[in-house]
């Protein structure tokens, strides 16, 4: 069990900061004004994107740039607390980060992210409960959340539920073939279940 909270920590603390996240605090250059702006891939062209990936590191750019648009919620207020809400978990303050994700859900309570932070943070605070019903939630608003399926593999591993821990890996890998730990995973699942119904 130890193996799979690692591994969900794990997982989770790279879609919460994912490789190359530090890169929008740097300044950026100005474009030459006579270039117009690249137009912006939609959160379904990504999605597409991703799910057609070659290889990890275009999949982790990629994921990169999906995890930005599931961290805004065109809230600036909810934007915020989210913020100051990673920041409380960063620092192992879980009561503090819960606290201001139920607020963050208050106002934003479509918001597929937040249910996910906040499942997060019940996983790391051992209430798989709270956190299957939140990444439900995070599904069901979007159901393409690859880190939430990811999650929910890790829990439902962890309750030795290995049929439908394979199906969620199965599902997240479905969206993003491309991530390595959920590949040995389930590969390694696969083995295990053999020809166990599905």
Do not use: C
């Not at 479509?110 to 996910?116: L, R």
């Not at 159901?143 to 999650?151: I, K, Q, S």
């Amino acid at each position: 069990m130890r193996f799979f909270a690692f591994l969900l920590t794990a997982s989770l603390s790279l879609l919460i900061h994912p490789v190359g996240a530090q890169e929008g605090a740097r300044p950026k250059e100005q474009a030459p004004a006579a270039r117009p702006a690249p137009r912006a891939s939609t959160l379904d062209e990504l999605f597409e994107r991703l799910s057609k990936a070659e290889n990890e590191q275009e999949a982790q750019g990629i994921s990169t740039l999906i995890d930005r648009r599931l961290s805004r919620s065109g809230s600036d207020t909810a934007d915020l607390l989210l913020s100051r809400a990673t920041q409380a978990y960063e620092s192992k303050d879980h009561p503090l980060a819960v606290e201001l994700l139920d607020r963050v859900l208050a106002l934003q309570p479509a918001w597929a992210e937040a249910w996910y932070r906040r499942a997060t943070i019940f996983y790391q605070l051992d209430d798989p409960i709270g956190a299957m019903a939140d990444l439900h939630k995070a599904l069901k608003i979007e159901p393409r959340h690859f880190g939430a399926w990811a999650g929910l593999g890790h829990i439902l591993m962890a309750s030795e539920d290995k049929i439908r821990a394979l199906e969620a890996y199965r599902r997240a890998l479905k969206i993003n073939p491309q991530f390595p730990t959920l590949q040995t995973i389930e590969k390694r699942l696969s083995q295990e279940v053999g020809g166990q119904d599905l």
